[in-house]
């Protein structure tokens, strides 16, 4: 059975229409995080929540947004996507447990399959 | 910052034949390392991962990889490849910071099998 389920698979939208991609899981994991891989690139993470904390990274352009309302889901929001934002883009998750090496406990990323954005 | 290096873009190799993949690291204390395999349209999914100890690690299948320090490289073996392990190989570490933070993957290794 899926564990990080991600919805749709595949998604097309239009230059500068705003577009939601979601992610599921069933592991109550509690970091949850949005790679961006583009073609024949390797996967680029975008941001991450531990917990409710969110956590953006420098580079990551102010046209992507984030939302977790719970546990199990987390929301990739492109408010205004351009032909630039094509990519397959990933969720994952993995469990981080308070007080251990903090290292140590990040020791298996579960991905979703992915969702393929096009953009026209 | 902490990075990973994979020098081959595109590998083929024969079916049955012996596999490597190379990776190169940068990190300023001991590494934590992982490789993840990707088939086409697919998520990652994770073959291996070094955190400490026996610098040889076993993975899923009869993968395998071992960290070398002195090398700062931590490559990927496998004895004899099957048709079906054509997919892209990505080299991974643990961002700097640790906790959440995730990975940071290398630019992939493309595997090419040929009959």
């Known amino acids: 059975d899926a564990m990080v389920i991600q919805n749709p698979r595949y998604q097309v939208t239009q230059f500068g229409k705003p577009v939601t991609l979601s992610c599921s899981q069933t592991l109550n994991h509690n970091v949850m995080y949005w790679y961006q891989q583009k073609s024949s690139q390797a996967p680029k993470l975008l941001f991450h929540?531990?917990?409710?904390?969110?956590?953006n990274e420098a580079d990551t352009p102010d046209n992507f947004q984030s939302r977790r309302p719970n546990t199990s889901f987390c929301f990739l929001d492109i408010r205004s996507p351009g032909l630039g934002d094509a990519a397959m883009y990933l969720c994952?998750?993995?469990?981080?447990?308070?007080?251990?090496?903090?290292?140590?406990?990040?020791?298996?990323?579960?991905f979703g399959s992915g969702t393929q954005l096009s953009v026209l | 910052a902490q990075s990973v290096t994979q020098p081959d873009i595109h590998i083929t190799v024969s079916e049955g034949a012996s596999l490597e993949l190379r990776c190169n690291y940068s990190?300023?204390?001991?590494?934590?390392l992982f490789w993840y395999v990707q088939s086409p349209g697919q998520g990652l999914q994770l073959l291996l991962k070094y955190f400490s100890g026996d610098t040889l690690v076993q993975g899923i299948e009869d993968f395998e990889a071992e960290c070398k320090t002195s090398q700062s490289s931590f490559n990927l073996r496998r004895p004899s490849v099957h048709w079906s392990d054509a997919a892209e190989y990505f080299c991974?570490?643990?961002?700097?910071?640790?906790?959440?933070?995730?990975?940071?993957f290398g630019k992939g290794t493309h595997l090419i099998i040929q009959p």
């Open positions: 991974a570490v643990v961002r700097g910071g640790g906790g959440a933070d995730g990975l940071t």
């Open positions: 990190y300023g204390a001991t590494p934590y």
């Open positions: 994952a998750t993995s469990k981080l447990v308070p007080g251990r090496v903090r290292v140590g406990t990040n020791e298996k990323l579960f």
């Open positions: 929540y531990y917990d409710k904390d969110f956590n």
